[in-house]
Nanobody, 124 residues
Framework: QLQLVESGGGLVQPGGSLRLSCAAS????????IGWFRQAPGKERKVVGC????????TYEDSVKGRFTISRDNAKNTAYLQMNSLKPEDTGVYFC?????????????????WGQGTQVTVAS
């Protein structure tokens, strides 16, 4: 079992930055690929990006490339989502999730464990 807890969400102005954290309950965190997803009001959950469990390679959805960065610190059992140059369309609930595959996948159904989500609101 792996429990995930997101934190770091909040209200930020357009152009601002936030760093989300995804803290895992167990040292087995390092054996999981971690994905970040977001869900805007009234819309389906979509992938933001992911970081694999082998070499830390990352994949990003096109709209966040160059603005968002995913990283992980296995010693702290934590993954991060650094979000810069935030836009109103980045608003939503952000979730981290874990899967056992060695490479990233953008398919939410493949992820086995999910956090409860943290709200990010980008507005002036």
């Amino acid at each position: 079992q792996l429990q995930l807890v997101e934190s770091g969400g909040g209200l930020v102005q357009p152009g601002g930055s936030l760093r989300l954290s995804c803290a895992a309950s167990s040292f087995i965190f390092e054996y999981f690929t971690i994905g970040w997803f977001r869900q805007a009001p009234g819309k389906e959950r979509k992938v933001v990006g992911c970081i694999n469990r082998t070499d830390g390679s990352t994949t990003y959805e096109d709209s966040v490339k160059g603005r968002f960065t995913i990283s992980r610190d296995n010693a702290k059992n934590t993954a991060y989502l650094q979000m810069n140059s935030l836009k109103p369309e980045d608003t939503g609930v952000y979730f981290c999730a874990a899967e056992r595959a060695s490479v990233c996948t953008v398919v939410a159904d493949y992820y086995e464990y999910w956090g409860q989500g943290t709200q990010v609101t980008v507005a002036s």
